[in-house]
């Protein structure tokens, strides 16, 4: 167990509907982290938050947008969903501001069914 | 930005064999590479890691090891057992900038028993 909680673990939904994907740390760490993994992708970065901020921007598109939170969960949303948005999301954490400093703790991932 | 690319995508080897997966990278300035494992149904989870001030390290059966000339590194699982089987991703980063983990596609190793 990483300790990083991910809800919900599986979620169909339709196109051009809204979700949100919740991700709740390790107990300190500051960093989190959002990838994508879809079959032909590997891990995609899509967006970090340090402590309340934004800290680094990857391939997240317009549809799709985070934030994190005083207790430092974090939320993903994505909207107007299309068939191609089906992934499975992972939230990481860290207590580095920095990928380079240490490790990650992935979550074990939101798969995400767009029909 | 940074891109990494590794492979195979696939390898399948007989158990107690070698298996090897290499990486390259191409920002200079990378000086971070990490080695995640997924296993089926989980999150990646780091099984080593190399700084680029150090050519190679062990931690029992594995290895990585790391050519800053040629921008690649390398990992080398010795003596594989069934438990190796998983999907193994290559990352990269650096300490300036706001750069996050930029990962491989996988390589997924299948250990026959």
């Known amino acids: 167990d990483s300790g990083v909680t991910q809800t919900p673990k599986h979620l169909i939904t339709a196109t051009g509907q809204r979700v949100t994907l919740r991700c709740s740390p390790r107990?300190?760490?500051?960093?989190v982290y959002w990838y994508q993994q879809s079959l032909d992708q590997g891990l995609q970065f899509l967006i970090q938050?340090?402590?309340?901020?934004?800290?680094a921007k990857g391939n997240i598109l317009e549809r799709f947008s985070a934030q994190q939170f005083p207790d430092l969960h974090s939320e993903l949303n994505l909207s107007s969903l299309e068939l191609g948005d089906s992934a499975l999301y992972f939230c990481a954490s860290s207590v580095a501001i920095r990928g380079s400093a240490g490790e990650l703790f992935f979550g074990e991932g939101s798969r995400l069914t767009v029909l | 930005g940074e891109n990494v690319e590794q492979h195979p995508s696939t390898l399948s080897v007989q158990e107690g064999d070698s298996a090897v997966i290499k990486c390259t990278y191409s920002d200079s300035a990378s000086n971070y590479f990490p080695w995640y494992k997924q296993e089926l149904g989980k999150g990646p989870q780091l099984i080593i890691d190399i700084r680029s001030n150090v050519g190679e390290k062990k931690d029992q059966r594995i290895a990585v090891t790391l050519n800053k000339t040629a921008k690649h590194f390398s990992l080398h699982i010795t003596e594989t057992q069934p438990e190796d089987s998983a999907v193994y991703f290559c990352?990269?980063?650096?300490?300036?900038?706001?750069?996050?983990?930029?990962f491989g596609k996988g390589t997924r190793l299948s250990v026959i028993a």
């Open positions: 938050y340090y402590n309340g901020e934004e800290r």
């Open positions: 107990s300190g760490d500051l960093s």
């Open positions: 990352a990269a980063s650096k300490d300036s900038g706001n750069t996050p983990l930029v």
